[in-house]
């Protein structure tokens, strides 16, 4: 048994597609529009090295982002592979205007992790 893909809602599929092509180097499928459900588009994002994949899924009338520790999606951890990795890609999308939630630490739980945000606001550990 394995977790096959993980969904994401958003406003703007196209630009959260973007992002995740720009920083972690994913391949999009093609998009997928609904015939039934109007507004409604998906793309499935698969990562270089494998692993679970992740669906971009788009309705423009969504609800905003709950607060804070609410039930539910908490964020999304993508492995780089080394601290290193995690000092780079934290500088790099610090200077292209990411918002950083947190920087490049060694967590209590024993990870080296930077804290981002998505373009939604949802965040992303980086870790090593």
Same mark, same amino acid.
């Given at each position: ?98 918002? !950083? ?24 550990? !980086?870790?090593?």
């Amino acid at each position: 048994m394995k977790v096959e893909h993980l969904a994401l809602w958003t406003r703007d599929v196209e630009r959260l597609r973007a992002f995740y092509e720009r920083w972690f180097g994913v391949r999009a499928s093609g998009r997928y529009e609904s015939a039934t459900t109007p507004g409604f588009a998906s793309y499935f994002l698969t990562f270089p090295d494998g692993g679970a994949r992740l669906e971009l899924m788009q309705l423009p009338e969504l609800n905003p982002l709950a607060p804070a520790h609410a039930m539910g999606y908490a964020h999304l951890a993508v492995s780089v592979g080394s601290p290193a990795l995690v000092d780079a890609m934290e500088a790099r999308m610090r200077d292209a205007g990411v918002t !950083i939630r947190s920087s490049a630490r060694f967590t209590g739980d024993g990870y080296y992790e930077a804290v981002v945000d998505d373009p939604d606001g949802k965040p992303i550990e !980086i870790t090593s």
